[in-house]
């Protein structure tokens, strides 16, 4: 079988979906815009740096969604999706995960972005599925602000697409993978697959896949 595997944000998309929501949930009233705003950059920072506490942004970056309740949470997203992530879509990324469906490749989506954020995003991509940060759920279904199994972020990317192919009775020798990603914190996963692909690299993932060969691929310039 033949396996596309994209991260999201800067790599299918232009954004970084989870910091985009956190503005957005500042922007809408949820959270207190100056105090949010520099703890959610700070996070960022960690992020690009590869130093992310994964836990502790979780519970940082749910815990308005968790105030609000489902309903509110769903309406939210919604309008999340129109007003920031539709306009942030590019067609060259559409058409890069079209090629791999026309060509019968299974196409997920693996994230560290939480999965309240990306699964509606996954949808409008029409991959076959996604793995992202899965968030636990207390008694009556609603998000507890701690997560549910391995992260999917650097080396727990690479454990979450064992597990999902696992699942489907499949190891890595079954599969013919390539991997889209423009960040140095993917580099387990990029190193993993058959054909790691450097998407809209930073400078430093830029400069490692050259020295080794891999594809760099440009998608939005």
Request: glycine letters at 8%; proline letters at 5%.
């Amino acid at each position: 079988m033949k396996l596309a595997l994209f991260d999201l944000d800067h790599t299918l998309l232009p954004i970084d979906s989870d910091h985009a929501w956190g503005q957005f949930s500042a922007g809408i009233g949820w959270v207190d815009p100056l105090t949010f705003n520099e703890r959610n950059d700070a996070f960022y920072r960690d992020y690009q740096a590869g130093r992310l506490d994964v836990r502790e942004y979780i519970r940082f970056a749910t815990a308005a969604v968790r105030a609000q309740g489902p309903l509110a949470a769903q309406a939210a997203h919604a309008r999340f999706m129109r007003e920031v992530v539709e306009p942030a879509i590019r067609p060259e990324a559409l058409a890069l995960v079209e090629r791999h469906r026309q060509a019968g490749d299974a196409t997920v989506i693996v994230t560290a972005t939480n999965e309240f954020v990306t699964r509606p995003i996954a949808a409008r991509f029409g991959v076959d599925d996604i793995i992202a940060v899965e968030l636990a759920r207390d008694a009556g279904g609603w998000l507890t602000g701690e997560i549910a199994g391995t992260p999917s972020f650097r080396e727990g990317k690479v454990a979450r697409v064992e597990q999902w192919l696992a699942a489907r009775g499949l190891g890595w020798g079954d599969v013919e993978g390539t991997f889209y990603s423009d960040s140095p914190n993917d580099l387990p996963l990029l190193e993993r697959v058959d054909h790691p692909v450097a998407t809209n690299p930073d400078p430093r993932l830029e400069t490692l896949a050259r020295e080794r060969g891999w594809r760099v691929l440009h998608l939005f310039s």
